[in-house]
């Protein structure tokens, strides 16, 4: 049974920077697609982005290209997204989550999910 465990969300102004971080347990990581999926108050769950499990380059959400980075690291079984020139708007729970041996570049598509971290971006 696939787990993830996600971290780094806290409190940070307009125009700041976080970098969130998920460990992989119960499978092989290598196999797997590793995305970050979002949920603000009140909205429904959004993708954000996604690096693949054959590798290549990583696909992101209009809201959040050229801000955001995703990147994996398979030594560490960790899967990471830099959070750059953030906004309010960017205030939301970020989930990590997996899909096995397919591009999953929607937030339905993913099998395994993480806790949440909460991200809180203040004007």
């Known amino acids: 049974q696939v787990q993830l465990v996600d971290s780094g969300g806290g409190l940070v102004q307009a125009g700041g920077s976080l970098r969130l971080s998920c460990k992989f347990f119960g499978g092989i990581f290598s196999t797997y697609t590793l995305g970050w999926v979002r949920q603000g108050p009140g909205k429904d769950r959004e993708f954000v982005a996604a690096i693949s499990w054959r590798g290549g380059t990583p696909f992101y959400a209009d809201s959040v290209k050229d801000r955001f980075t995703i990147s994996r690291d398979n030594a560490k079984i960790t899967v990471y997204l830099q959070l750059s020139s953030l906004k309010p708007e960017d205030t939301a729970v970020y989930y990590c989550?997996?899909?096995?041996?397919?591009?999953?570049?929607?937030?339905?598509?993913?099998?395994?999910w993480g806790q949440g971290t909460q991200v809180t971006v203040s004007s």
């Open positions: 989550a997996s899909a096995y041996r397919r591009s999953a570049q929607r937030w339905g598509e993913y099998d395994y």
